[in-house]
């Protein structure tokens, strides 16, 4: 039986998703399968995909929608193995990675899912740093609140869970374009307490070089949407209430892209909803006020 089923989504990256195989080929733990979701690649990426040869791998082809939550769930209801783990097709695996974690959660009963640390890479593979780099906390068992302040720092490619708890939970959410990972982890999260991996296991891309990675409007829409999503559906009222004060935030940093990108009625509209959403404070009107002026200036 498949012990780790791994899902892989990729949109014409030939320069990456080559690496990002070849360190599942190289893992020291070898009961895995890898899935491989093609979100409708042009033919460089194809012919790269048609000539894997390995038994263990299987290529997805699906026309393309720029869906990521889509195209991983396409792999998951492929997979058969009895834990599921994550890789982007941008990142990289340390050989160890599987192995490690597989062991980790056999001896952390009632955690069903686990994560590891990240070191942080360019385009060439180098490691970096950058000023203002948020600390990453090895924080375990419960840590819905974490995820929802963003403390927990969870890279996709860092995750692995039993396929029962994806299962469970309806994998990802396709109507989430971005957040769609922390959107599932808190869901995870809430279900089951997670074990974690205090070590760098897993090497993730930089966003800001893939046009993906670099979309930071959509990337706020997507954590406007996320919280406003959490303020309905946490059944803890005070956490319901976390996740309003952090959508009120969000908004106020969506609506300043939107001003420097020119488009002052969006930034407008998402200020007003957020007004009327709540809660606001005296500091929150003060910035929305200078974001406003902002978006009519020249």
């Known amino acids: 039986m498949t012990l780790v089923s791994v899902i892989l989504p990729t949109y014409d990256r030939p320069a990456y998703v080559a690496a990002a195989v070849d360190s599942v080929r190289g893992q020291t733990h070898s009961n895995w399968e890898l899935i491989i979701a093609d979100d409708g690649s ?8 048609r000539g894997l040869t390995d038994s263990r791998m299987s290529v997805i082809r699906l026309a393309h ?42 001896s952390s009963p009632g955690s069903r899912w686990s994560y590891t640390a990240a070191t942080e890479i360019d385009s ?16 375990a068992g419960n840590i819905v609140e974490p995820l929802i302040t963003i403390r927990a720092l969870l890279a996709t490619s860092a995750v692995m869970a039993e396929r029962s708890l994806v299962a469970e939970l309806g994998g990802f959410d396709e109507s989430q374009l971005f957040g769609e990972d922390y959107d599932l982890w808190l869901r995870m999260a809430a279900r089951s307490n997670v074990a974690v991996v205090d070590r ?12 993906y990675g670099s979309d930071r409007i959509g990337a706020y829409e997507g ?4 919280y406003d ?45 957020s007004a009327r959403r709540g809660p606001t404070t005296a500091g929150w009107w003060w910035r929305a006020l200078k974001t406003m002026v902002r978006s009519v200036l020249p």
């Open 229 to 273: 999503k959490l303020t309905r559906s946490l059944s803890d009222g005070r956490l319901r209430v976390l996740a309003g004060q952090r959508r009120a935030e969000s908004t106020l940093v969506l609506a300043g892209l939107y001003a420097e990108a020119g488009r002052g009625g969006a930034a407008w509209r998402t200020l007003a909803y």
């Open 200 to 211: 760098p296991l897993i090497r993730v891309r930089n966003g800001q070089i893939t046009s």
């Open 42 to 49: 042009g033919e460089e990426t194809q012919r790269y995909l």
């Open 223 to 226: 954590w406007v949407q996320w």
């Open 124 to 139: 060439d593979g180098h490691p970096i740093e950058f000023e203002g780099q948020v600390p990453w906390l090895p924080l």
């Open 65 to 106: 929608t720029g869906n990521p939550s889509r195209v991983r769930n396409a792999a998951i209801q492929r997979a058969r193995g009895e834990y599921i783990a994550f890789l982007d097709s941008d990142d990289l695996w340390e050989p160890s990675k599987t192995e490690v974690q597989l062991e980790t959660l056999r």
